[in-house]
């Protein structure tokens, strides 16, 4: 397997821009998760699905951000409209069942909101 | 929920041994995980701890007390390559399983 893929790699948008990130999980794993990665806030955990059903997105930041998952291979999370301060690095991960600790990271999307 | 404290930043010498640690709050428990991260790269999973005690692989451990709320990760034999941030994490069924990450540990390896 080709492990997660994300894509784009990097992003530049203008503010008030729509941003659609999308990431392809592993073949055969059932939770996915979409993380932000800032200097000053660390990992955060965005939204979690399990078996393509969104479980928590509490941790999503405002109205602006959405994310789907229409089938098990596919995922996007989508910013509109971005801002500034929406820059940021966008992992995908995957895992292969709800028990276990180890996720699979994509090599990130880095968003620059110009 | 859920919340992990990590020191924010360790400095070693090469061959030397540094522990990592971290205390963790959660409502439900599967077990506690560690990831490295380099500069400009993906997180990537390096060990996992479900049960009390010590996880060896290779020059990395990581301990695991249950009782304490409290792991942490031994890194020996130091090497400059090991120069990264260091991150834990806890997974719990009581938030529908989601996976939460510490604040990470920039560790600094000088020759």
């Known amino acids: 397997d080709a492990g997660v893929i994300q894509s784009p790699r990097h992003e530049v948008t203008e503010m008030g821009q729509e941003v659609t990130l999308r990431c392809k999980p592993i073949?055969?794993?059932?939770?996915l998760f979409w993380y932000r990665q800032t200097m000053m806030r660390g990992l955060e955990l965005l939204i979690y699905?399990?078996?393509?059903?969104?479980?928590?997105d509490s941790g999503m930041p405002e109205d602006r951000f959405s994310a789907k998952m229409p089938n098990a291979s596919f995922s996007t999370l989508k910013i509109q409209p971005s801002e500034p301060r929406d820059s940021a690095v966008y992992f995908c991960?995957?895992?292969?069942?709800?028990?276990?600790?180890?996720?699979?990271f994509g090599q990130g999307t880095r968003l620059t909101v110009v | 929920g859920q919340s992990l404290e990590q020191p924010s930043e360790v400095t070693a010498v090469e061959g030397a041994i540094v522990q990592i640690n971290c205390t963790y709050q959660?409502?439900?428990?599967?077990?506690l995980s560690w990831y490295q991260q380099h500069d400009g790269g993906a997180p990537t999973f390096l060990s996992y701890?479900?049960?009390?005690g010590l996880e060896e692989t290779g020059r990395f451990s990581s301990f695991l007390s249950r009782s304490d709320s409290y792991g942490y990760l031994l890194l020996q034999e130091l090497q400059m390559k090991d120069s990264a941030s260091y991150f834990c994490?806890?997974?719990?069924?009581?938030?529908?399983?989601?996976?939460?990450f510490g604040q990470g540990t920039e560790l600094s390896v000088k020759p």
């Open positions: 701890n479900g049960l009390d």
């Open positions: 991960a995957s895992s292969p069942r709800t028990g276990n600790t180890e996720a699979f």
């Open positions: 994490a806890v997974r719990g069924p009581n938030q529908g399983g989601k996976l939460i």
């Open positions: 073949s055969g794993h059932n939770s």
């Open positions: 959660t409502s439900g428990f599967y077990g």
């Open positions: 699905f399990n078996n393509n059903v969104p479980i928590d």
